[in-house]
């Protein structure tokens, strides 16, 4: 009766691997082996000269005992030793002193305490492996876009539960101002961060890290996700605003304009989900001071002087420019420092020379564009900050030909002399 009894249990312990996701037959194996050997060892005080034999499809177990023949009386250990005459008398009639003799043991027989132990210790590594298997899946998604449906909101924490039911933590500290969860809701985030303390894993999700933004427009946008547009730079304060620097590898698109969307059909999506976070597109640039002008947008800027081992930049502005520059409580020339990597300092230009200053823009009908466009690259913005620089400098940084700045500093001067 209690090999009866028993048999259904094993069976039930190699059912419940069969459920586990992530977990090869190879592994499945050498657990239960592990399992049945350290309730064994307990049993028999070793394992040493026991033989497992497991077959997880059927769902059964073999397990000998190898055993050594000694002399009738002469047994000191049973669990390592037998007798001649029970060797014998145990199907092995031709058995001999110090030959080895093999016994099968079968696990039922030991009652259900053994089976209660069996189960436990099984139990335990198979929610070990879990942990493993989870922590392992995770931890290579890390910086991914992840959804959870709210099971419960704490006030420094809201836990989430995926499609698989494992838990993501969603601190406080990692919420966007604003954000309020109901039991039940979807709520989409990146996964900041995974570790795996006393084999215990925990999954923490995020949705102010800048990862986050990143993922929301390679999901909006197709492009991104196609490898057709890059993202080069983000900067965030999360629940306030945002910049993003984006790169097309392909002339025929505009990066800024895929991003945004016909009439700002893409971007909507995002600021929704951020809260109504507002972000600035802007062209990306391996030219620092172009990047730091656009960064500084919509102000517009008239000359930088860059200190690039400093990584720090001086932006001169005119002083109804300067406002716009730093932005509602410092946000606009934060993020630009955050996205371009320099320390900003914002300068006016509060020379007599500099407010009657013009634009290198208005001078497309006696410049040729490209020449502009080259000048501003290299943070000329504006005629008096192309006659204010040495003529050398010009040349060299600008790539122009001498004969070329001559004529560009004639036509400036020219206009302020008129």
């Known amino acids: 009766m209690a090999k009866k009894e028993a048999t259904p249990n094993m069976v039930e312990q190699f059912a419940e691997f069969k459920e586990l996701k992530n977990i090869d037959k190879t592994t499945m194996i050498s657990v239960l082996e592990e399992s049945f050997r350290n309730v064994l060892a307990k049993m028999f005080g070793t394992d040493e000269n026991l033989d497992v034999i497991l077959n997880p499809d059927k769902g059964d177990v073999q397990i000998f005992q190898n055993l050594t023949v000694v002399p009738d009386g002469e047994v000191e250990n049973p669990n390592l030793q037998i007798s001649l005459s029970d060797a014998r008398a145990d199907d092995d009639p031709d058995a001999e002193v110090g030959e080895e003799h093999t016994k099968e043991i079968f696990f039922d027989k030991f009652g259900r305490r053994a089976i ?234 509060t020379d007599d020379a500099y407010e009657e200053d013009i634009y290198l823009d208005d001078f497309k009908d006696e410049i040729d564009e490209w020449i502009i466009e080259a000048l501003k690259n290299e943070g000329f913005v504006t005629a008096k900050s192309v006659l204010n620089a040495p003529r050398d400098m010009i040349i060299e940084k600008a790539d122009l030909e001498e004969e070329t700045v001559d004529n560009i500093l004639a036509i400036l001067r020219a206009e302020f002399e008129d």
Request: with cysteine; charged share 30%; glycine share 6%.
């Open 116 to 349: 209660l132990n069996l189960r436990q210790t099984l139990q335990s590594k198979i929610l070990d492996l879990q942990h493993e298997a989870v922590f392992e899946k995770f931890k290579d998604l890390e910086g991914e876009l992840v959804s959870g449906e709210v099971y419960q909101t704490w006030s420094r924490e809201t836990l989430l539960l995926d499609d698989e039911k494992n838990e993501l933590l969603l601190p406080k500290s990692e919420s966007i101002p604003g954000d309020f969860f109901r039991k039940g809701e979807t709520v989409r985030a990146v996964i900041a961060n995974v570790d795996n303390k006393n084999n215990n894993p925990k999954i923490t999700v995020s949705r102010t890290n800048e990862q986050f933004l990143r993922r929301l427009f390679e999901l909006e946008v197709p492009e991104i996700h196609d490898g057709l547009i890059s993202i080069r730079a983000v900067a965030r304060i999360p629940g306030e605003r945002a910049k993003i620097a984006v790169e097309s590898y392909d002339d025929r698109i505009d990066p800024v304009g895929a991003c945004v969307g016909v009439k700002g059909s893409r971007i909507h999506g995002i600021v929704r989900e951020l809260r109504n976070e507002n972000i600035d597109v802007i062209n990306y640039t391996a030219n620092p001071s172009l990047f730091i002008q656009r960064a500084l947008s919509p102000a517009k800027v008239s000359s930088i002087r860059l200190d690039e081992e400093e990584k720090k930049a001086e932006v001169f502005l005119r002083p109804e420019e300067v406002s716009l520059a730093i932005g509602k409580n410092g946000l606009n020339i934060k993020l630009a420092s955050m996205l371009t990597g320099y320390t900003i300092d914002v300068y006016r230009d």
